[in-house]
C-alpha cells in the first residue's frame, strides 16, 4: 500500500515564476492537506481539499491556490514567486470521517528554493 | 486564534536520562498529535491524542493530554542516540485545520 507521494522532490525557480507541486493521497483516504515548513519551524497550514473543494484556508495570500482531482490527488500552485517562499512544502492525507481517530499521513516533501 | 508553544526548543540529553518535552495551546480542542522529523525528512506520526487524561505509550516515549489545563506532554525515558530528531505537538483547530508548535530540537548524547 503506498503511502502519500509527492513530486518533484527538489524544485529551483526564480522569483516571480510560478510553479505547481503535486501529491497523491494514501490509498483510502479523501482528504488532502497541503503545508509550509520554513526552515527551523513548524508546519503551517495552507489550506485543505475535499470532494473536489477548499475545505479551509489557512493564513496564505491568494498567491497560493490548488485543486483537487476525481481520484483526490491535488496540486499546490504558487504564483509570483517571493524568496520567502522557500520551504519545504508538505501534503498530508486523511479520510474525513468526522470525529474518531482521524489522522493525517503527511509525504516526502517537495523542497522548493526560489532564488 | 490557536496557538501552541512547545518547551524547550531545544534540549540536550544524555543517554539514559528521563525529561520531559511539554505543549500548551490557547483553546479548547480534544485532539492533540505529536510528530517525530528527522533533518530533512517529512513528519512520522507518534501519537494520537483523543480525549481528557488519554496516555499512550510507544517504546521510550510516553505522551498525555490534559484537556483542562489545555497542556500534551511527551516524556522520554531513559533516552537513546536513536531519539535524536525535532519533535512537533499539533492542535486540530476548526476541525482537520492543525496547528503546530515551533518544534523541539532533540538532541542525545552518549
Known amino acids: 500500500d503506498a503511502g502519500v507521494t509527492q513530486s518533484p522532490t527538489h524544485l529551483i525557480k526564480t522569483r516571480g515564476q510560478q510553479v505547481t507541486l503535486r501529491c497523491s493521497p494514501k490509498s483510502g483516504h479523501d482528504t488532502v492537506s497541503w503545508y509550509q515548513q520554513a526552515l527551523g519551524q513548524g508546519p503551517q497550514f495552507i489550506f485543505q481539499y475535499y470532494e473536489e473543494e477548499e475545505r479551509q484556508r489557512g493564513n496564505f495570500p491568494d498567491r497560493f491556490s490548488g485543486h483537487q482531482f476525481p481520484n483526490y490527488s491535488s496540486e499546490l500552485n504558487v504564483n509570483a514567486l517571493w524568496l520567502g517562499d522557500s520551504a519545504l512544502y508538505l501534503c498530508?492525507?486523511?479520510?474525513?470521517?468526522?470525529?474518531?481517530?482521524?489522522?493525517?499521513?503527511f509525504g516526502p516533501g517537495t523542497r522548493l528554493t526560489v532564488t | 486564534e490557536l496557538k501552541v508553544e512547545q518547551n524547550p526548543l531545544f534540549l540536550s540529553m544524555q543517554e539514559g536520562k528521563n525529561y520531559t518535552i511539554y505543549c500548551n495551546y490557547s483553546t479548547t480542542s480534544d485532539r492533540l498529535y505529536w510528530y517525530r522529523q528527522d533533518p530533512g525528512k517529512s513528519l512520522e506520526s507518534l501519537f494520537v491524542?483523543?480525549?481528557?487524561?488519554a496516555v499512550k505509550q510507544e517504546g521510550r516515549l510516553m505522551a498525555s493530554l490534559d484537556t483542562k489545563a489545555r497542556l500534551s506532554t511527551l516524556h522520554i525515558t531513559a533516552a537513546v542516540h536513536d531519539l535524536s530528531a525535532t519533535y512537533f505537538c499539533a492542535v486540530d483547530y476548526n476541525n482537520n485545520d492543525m496547528r503546530f508548535g515551533a518544534g523541539t530540537r532533540l538532541t542525545v548524547k552518549p
Open positions: 498530508a492525507s486523511s479520510l474525513l470521517s468526522g470525529r474518531g481517530a482521524y489522522e493525517q499521513y
Open positions: 491524542l483523543l480525549s481528557n487524561g
